[in-house]
């Protein structure tokens, strides 16, 4: 009699280990796999390969394969009614993708009037820059142009493409935040194919 109990509590104590090892691995799983999914959220949205060149080959930048791009031409003159008065072309591209977050990107062809250039405050595509952290927006003066970049993203600045497909509500926290890394990723590949930064006292 004894000996069938030592052998049920045995086999008991074999079953609880069992149950107990088994949960053990099911809990461990679990953790792994939030960590794998935490990660992959994470991560940066790819840019891609798709490369971007404007029309007058000033510069250049790697978009993600589905993203559109809109180029415009024009005039742009300041100082009007003053001595000052100064005209120069402008060509503006905006760079965005299905739900509206992109980049735009201007430039005011010409060498810029030094008394009209922010001081920089930190570097852009490898020359001296102004950043105004509020609205994303880099200013980088050149020998032959001033290039403005403006991020556009949820929560931030207006989106581009057709108003009708704004959102009425901010998305979640999680889509704004990829959003802009995407929005920062396409702009880390600027690269100005002249890049001569203009010195002003």
Not at 16 to 45: H, Q, S
Not at 98 to 105: E, F
């Amino acid at each position: 009699m004894k000996r069938t109990l030592r052998t049920k509590s045995k086999n008991m104590k074999i079953s609880l280990m069992k149950k107990l090892t088994f949960a053990a691995l099911i809990i461990a799983a679990a953790f792994f796999a939030a960590l794998i999914i935490a990660g992959f959220k994470k991560m940066p949205p790819k840019v891609g390969n798709k490369i971007y060149s404007d029309s007058a080959n000033l510069y250049k930048v790697k978009l993600p394969g589905d993203w559109k791009t809109s180029e415009t031409n024009g005039q742009n003159t300041t100082g009007i009614g003053t001595q000052h008065r100064n005209s120069q072309k402008l060509e503006i591209t905006q760079l965005y993708g299905p739900d509206g977050t992109g980049v735009t990107i201007q430039v005011y062809l010409g060498q810029p009037d030094c008394s009209q250039v922010k001081k920089p405050t930190t570097t852009f595509a490898g020359l001296p820059a102004s950043f105004d952290p509020e609205i994303k927006l880099w200013s980088v003066a050149t020998t032959n142009a001033l290039y403005v970049i403006n991020l556009y993203y949820p929560s931030i600045n207006v989106f581009h493409g057709d108003l009708k497909s704004r959102a009425p509500t901010l998305p979640p926290q999680e889509i704004i935040n990829s959003d802009k890394q995407l929005a920062e990723s396409v702009a880390a590949t600027f690269r100005i194919n002249n890049p001569q930064a203009l010195n002003c006292p």
